[in-house]
């Protein structure tokens, strides 16, 4: 199989991403974990951080890279001659904006987009309820990676 492009924001990665990753890496001879740059929204990690513990949780992946982009995604895949967009689905709540974005990006570009359920024991993981919970002193330790939790709490310290 061709490659395939993981994009998302990944404050932080978790280990729901870390689990379609992986689960992609067997599925593809190639895969690019894409960190969206946004200046327009301000993120928690920089997209340096972000990448730094992406190729942590990654490490151990083989054909799996890390890379950023801003724009359309439709353009970053075709730059690095990608067919396949790559997405974790959790529950129905996630399906209608993930079917208009395949179905946009399918419009703009022809590029396919293939949808992996999420394994069960992540699908309440968000990098936003991650944060949430940590800001308010909960346990995440269960979550993301030693180093992810390491961050967190350095950076809510700050
Ligand atoms: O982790 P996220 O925030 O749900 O990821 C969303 C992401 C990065 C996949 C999406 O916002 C995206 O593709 N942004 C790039 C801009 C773009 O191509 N927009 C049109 C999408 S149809």
Same mark, same amino acid.
């Given at each position: 199989?061709?490659?395939?492009?993981?994009? %998302?924001?990944?404050?932080? /990665?978790?280990?729901? &991403?870390?689990?379609?990753?992986?689960?992609?890496?067997?599925?593809?001879?190639?895969?690019?974990?894409?960190?969206?740059?946004?200046?327009?929204?301000?993120? !928690? !990690?920089? /997209?340096?951080?972000?990448? $730094?513990?992406? @190729? #942590?949780?990654?490490?151990? *992946? =083989?054909? /799996?890279?890390?890379?950023? !982009?801003? =724009?359309?995604?439709?353009? +970053?895949?075709?730059?690095?001659?990608?067919?396949?967009?790559?997405?974790?689905?959790?529950?129905?709540?996630? +399906?209608?904006?993930?079917? #208009?974005? $395949? #179905? *946009?990006?399918?419009?703009?570009? %022809?590029?396919?987009?293939?949808?992996?359920?999420?394994?069960? #024991?992540? @699908? !309440?993981?968000?990098?936003?309820?991650?944060?949430?919970?940590?800001? +308010?002193? =909960?346990?995440?330790?269960?979550? /993301?990676?030693?180093?992810?939790?390491?961050?967190?709490? &350095?950076?809510?310290?700050?």
């Amino acid at each position: 199989m061709p490659t395939a492009v993981c994009p %998302g924001s990944f404050d932080p /990665v978790t280990y729901g &991403h870390v689990d379609i990753v992986s689960r992609a890496a067997a599925l593809f001879d190639k895969v690019i974990v894409a960190v969206l740059v946004n200046d327009a929204k301000r993120s !928690f !990690f920089s /997209v340096d951080e972000r990448i $730094a513990m992406l @190729s #942590q949780a990654t490490a151990d *992946m =083989g054909g /799996v890279e890390i890379g950023s !982009f801003s =724009g359309l995604l439709v353009d +970053f895949c075709a730059e690095q001659r990608a067919t396949t967009i790559v997405k974790g689905l959790r529950a129905t709540g996630d +399906f209608d904006y993930e079917l #208009q974005m $395949a #179905q *946009m990006n399918a419009n703009l570009s %022809g590029v396919e987009t293939v949808f992996l359920p999420t394994s069960p #024991q992540w @699908s !309440f993981v968000s990098s936003s309820l991650v944060k949430e919970v940590a800001r +308010f002193g =909960g346990d995440v330790s269960r979550l /993301v990676p030693s180093y992810v939790l390491e961050r967190l709490n &350095h950076r809510l310290a700050e």
